[in-house]
């Protein structure tokens, strides 16, 4: 049987045009070849590649199809980072068994607990000045959100130098030159301090070193705390073996990779589309003022438009363009096609949270729709199934925190970047407004406990 229609461009180029241009790639091809169609990327022996976005197929391939899949090679690139015990380079039942440990770390109670130090980072990680890149800051309250509420770090000397070390990591792995050595395991050569992957290497050694010793001091000192590392430090599987520090240490660089950026590049958009919106803002500002002066983090989060906002936001331009790439393993059907083992099966975010079926003139940004719930397959900004996100609740009680902990402490008026976009910006694994986008501040509305926001602007 054929595979869904598709462009018929060499895979160099169809590659090309997918790294160039995604979000303008997807949609020509959803347009000329409808839903789903079929990619030829570069890859070994390059596989046809089907991106998916009705609902019903996203719901077969979440579902009923998972245990026909594996991830295959697809994670291997963020190997030198996260290591070989990361969650992300796991498959099967070692995959599902991991997933156990992890979980009930960042969700339910332990999450809610951490509620008033969010809330806290947001007061007081300040901008630098008045006008404000608001993807910078929002890149600096996120690192100091995982350093705190997952690493479990107090400020101190230790604090200070693992942020400043990972705050370089990170601009590195963002780099052309790095992503390109990502990609091509060839170019990982270590010839010493100069060479760009041997100082890698040395910027990774310096990180284990700082997050090693953090370890050994938890269990030296019988690791009392409720941040998310010393719940993975308690954490037992059935037969109840605990994590060893080669494991948490892996975890601890997945969460950071997968849970930084992507979160501040969830706030950054959502402060966009408040500041192109008067009337949202207004109405989301209505709803906050209405709390009084000091309402717990669990009330702000449960605030019905704040999440519309935030749901909405991580619709219009999702932060992943598609979830994980499902490889087949065993021969399925699907949307009326046969996959034979091999293929690659893509639920695209992006074209799903377009539709304008789901979403009647989806180019607008209306919080409105999310008054009412979606399915689950309809919208999908934290992938699904068995491999979906683990740190949805923590990313979006994080966003609503932040957002509404800003809202409520300052006066801001928007300064440039708020014109129309024609595509989103690429940073590192995730889509974002350009950086030009900046808020000024031009005072401040309710006061807030913390001392240190006062002093400001
Ligand atoms: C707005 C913020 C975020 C977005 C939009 C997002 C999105 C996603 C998506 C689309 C996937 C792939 C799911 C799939 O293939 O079905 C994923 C996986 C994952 N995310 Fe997130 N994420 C966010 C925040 C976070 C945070 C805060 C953390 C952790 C602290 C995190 C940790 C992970 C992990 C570990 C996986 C891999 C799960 C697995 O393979 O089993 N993410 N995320």
Request: charged share 20%; with cysteine; hydrophobic share 40%.
């Amino acid at each position: 049987m054929s595979l869904p229609d598709g462009p018929k461009l060499p895979a160099l180029l169809q590659t090309l045009s997918l790294i160039a241009d995604p979000t303008g790639f997807l949609e020509t091809c959803s347009q000329r070849y409808g839903d789903p169609f079929t990619l030829r990327v570069l890859g070994v022996n390059s596989p046809p590649v089907i991106f998916f976005s009705h609902p019903d197929a996203v719901q077969a391939i979440f579902t009923t199809l998972s245990s026909r899949f594996e991830l295959g090679k697809v994670t291997h690139i963020f190997r030198p980072l996260t290591g070989d015990r990361s969650l992300i380079m796991q498959d099967g039942s070692r995959h599902q068994k991991q997933r156990q440990l992890l979980m009930p770390a960042l969700h339910g109670e332990g999450l809610y607990r951490c509620g008033s130090l969010i809330s806290h980072i947001s007061r007081t990680t300040q901008p630098h000045g008045s006008l404000v890149s608001v993807q910078d800051w929002m890149l600096e309250i996120s690192l100091e959100t995982i350093l705190r509420v997952v690493f479990g770090l107090q400020p101190g000397a230790r604090y200070q130098e693992l942020k400043s070390r990972l705050q370089r990591l990170l601009e590195r792995i963002n780099s052309p030159l790095y992503s390109l050595q990502f990609f091509l395991p060839p170019l990982q050569q270590n010839w010493g301090a100069w060479s760009p992957w041997g100082q890698f290497l040395q910027l990774r050694q310096q990180i284990d070193d700082l997050l090693y010793a953090e370890i050994r001091e938890r269990r030296d000192q019988g690791n009392q705390g409720t941040d998310i590392l010393s719940l993975l430090i308690a954490a037992r599987d059935e037969a109840g073996t605990p994590m060893d520090d080669t494991e948490l240490r892996d975890q601890l660089m997945t969460l950071l990779l997968l849970g930084h950026e992507t979160t501040a590049s969830g706030l950054t958009w959502a402060f966009y589309w408040l500041y192109r919106h008067p009337d949202v803002l207004e109405r989301l500002h209505q709803e906050l003022d209405a709390l009084g002066p000091d309402p717990d983090p669990l009330t702000l989060a449960q605030q019905p438009y704040l999440t519309a906002v935030c749901k909405e936001a991580l619709r219009v331009y999702p932060i992943a363009l598609i979830a994980q790439p499902r490889r087949v393993r065993e021969p399925i059907e699907l949307a009326g096609y046969q996959f034979e083992p091999g293929a690659v099966l893509v639920p695209c975010v992006y074209l799903a949270h377009r539709r304008p079926e789901t979403y009647p003139e989806p180019l607008q940004f209306r919080p409105e729709r999310f008054l009412s719930s979606k399915s689950a397959y309809e919208y999908f900004p934290f992938g699904g199934g068995n491999r979906s996100c683990i740190g949805m609740a923590l990313a979006l009680f994080e966003m609503k925190l932040v957002l509404a902990t800003l809202l409520r402490t300052y006066e801001f008026e928007p300064a440039a970047g708020f014109q129309p976009l024609r595509r989103p910006a690429r940073r590192g694994i995730t889509f974002v407004p350009p950086r030009s986008v900046q808020l000024r501040i031009i005072g401040l509305r309710m006061a807030a406990n913390d001392e240190a926001v006062l002093a400001h602007p």
